[in-house]
């Protein structure tokens, strides 16, 4: 009987006469079966059915092709689902974290943890994303406007994607040069040969992620090709491939050289950058090749979901699991809540973990770079914030409420501290400035 309503289901879907009916769990059989299998299942069941339904009863299928039979009719819920669910069909993606998620837990000959360490990205010594769900994902990148930089949510409400949020997000060094800034390779250097060397006979248009992943897994030592698959791997799953097909996007390749320090480059500002590139698929099928993992995390991340508290966590990569995602996710479409939470509080600061994950190796060094990091983040979104105070002022001039905010604004840069954490200006005001703790009472 059952095999027979799956029959049934199946063959009103292929025919198109209505919507099928969907148990609940079938949403993630959806997810985990491909486009072809699909097929394939539909073509095997639609074959055995022709057989079946001469044996079984005529009339229950005469009915039931009828839409007359109780378990095939959708209540008006079920098929107001079903449109949601075709509102927000899977995107898959080029650049999928799964391949970094395999290289980073399958290398075993290599300290991972010291290697990230030294390189800035401590955080992804735990990384525990394995994919990223495609409804949610559908949503995200067809509501976030590359020009402007704004996720939009239901309710003409939207948020900003910006450098500092990228660091917020996954904890890799901010501030510091350009990766696109940095000289490229001079005409005659064989590195590029080298490196595609590795690929034994693939040209540079066929490889994919998954053949650097393979790579890093097979290394021994943390050399300079280590360096250089790792970020290419890095910046291809967290930033953007270079085509429609995969094809790798070779920046680290052409800009970092045996001689870079890592650290010291701005890594927010080249995933930012891939942000703003990027493009929403223009059909159906197309998959997206921008930052997928950080399109996602911003939206799970600014949006309150009451049901499913998750604390905010800084950077909010290590808090973010693939099975958490997946329950935030199959909760939200149950409920159609894409989009609808409240938006979390900026201005309280999230729960801090400190920007430089992984064992300290040196305290002084850490502490440095802590600072520098926090220094970017302020500077940049100081500029953000007088960029939008200006519009605010020619747009409301004498509004009182503006000149409240802006006051507040000049207070807040008014006492810079000496490294002693005194106040420099010597200036006092009420009570409003925040000093740095270690002078003596
Ligand atoms: C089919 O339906 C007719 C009347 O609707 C009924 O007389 C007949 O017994 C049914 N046949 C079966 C196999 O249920
Ligand atoms: C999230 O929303 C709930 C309900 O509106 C509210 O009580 C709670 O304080 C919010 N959490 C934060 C951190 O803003």
Request: glycine share 6%; net charge negative.
């Amino acid at each position: 009987m059952s095999v027979w309503i799956i029959v049934v289901e199946l063959l009103i879907a292929v025919s198109s006469v209505s919507v099928s009916v969907k148990k609940d769990d079938s949403v993630k059989e959806e997810d985990i079966l491909p486009e072809g299998v699909m097929k394939q299942l539909v073509n095997k069941f639609l074959k055995s059915s022709l057989v079946k339904a001469e044996t079984d009863e005529e009339n229950e299928s005469k009915l039931s092709k009828k839409g007359k039979k109780k378990e095939k009719v959708l209540t008006p819920s079920e098929i107001q689902h079903q449109e949601y669910l075709q509102k927000w069909p899977i995107l898959q993606a080029r650049s999928a974290p799964t391949a970094l998620h395999t290289a980073i837990h399958g290398v075993k000959n290599v300290d991972m943890q010291k290697f990230f360490v030294e390189i800035g990205f401590g955080s992804y010594v735990r990384f525990d994303i394995t994919k990223i769900l495609g409804r949610l994902g559908r949503y995200v990148v067809e509501n976030f406007d590359a020009e402007t930089c704004r996720l939009k949510l239901e309710g003409e409400r939207f948020f900003e994607a910006t450098v500092s949020k990228v660091h917020e997000l996954l904890g890799i060094p901010i501030g510091g040069q350009s990766l696109l800034s940095l000289e490229t390779r001079a005409v005659g250097d064989e590195f590029d040969k080298v490196w595609l060397g590795q690929f034994e006979g693939k040209s540079a248009k066929q490889l994919r992620v998954n053949d650097i992943a393979n790579k890093l897994i097979e290394s021994k030592e943390v050399d300079f090709l280590f360096k250089v698959n790792f970020l290419t791997l890095f910046t291809n799953t967290m930033g953007m491939v270079a085509g429609m097909q995969g094809e790798i996007n070779f920046d680290v390749l052409k800009h970092v050289r045996e001689d870079t320090d890592i650290r010291s480059i701005d890594w927010c500002d080249y995933i930012f950058h891939c942000l703003k590139l990027s493009k929403k698929p223009s059909t159906l099928t197309n998959k997206y090749t921008g930052p997928y993992t950080l399109l996602e995390l911003l939206y799970l991340d600014s949006t309150n979901y009451t049901k499913l508290p998750v604390p905010r966590t800084r950077p909010a990569i290590k808090q973010w699991s693939t099975n958490l995602m997946s329950q935030r996710h199959d909760m939200e479409l149950k409920e159609e809540y894409f989009g609808m939470s409240e938006l979390f509080d900026e201005s309280e600061l999230p729960e801090t973990e400190g920007f430089v994950a992984g064992c300290s190796s040196s305290y002084k060094k850490d502490l440095l770079k802590n600072l520098e990091e926090k220094l970017a983040v302020i500077s940049n979104e100081r500029a953000c914030f007088e960029e939008l105070l200006t519009t605010a002022g020619l747009e409301f001039p004498g509004d009182l409420d503006l000149i409240e905010l802006h006051k507040k604004y000049v207070q807040i840069f008014k006492h810079p501290v000496a490294l002693n954490g005194e106040d420099l200006d010597g200036d006092d005001d009420n009570g409003n400035d925040r000093r740095l703790s270690g002078t003596d009472p």
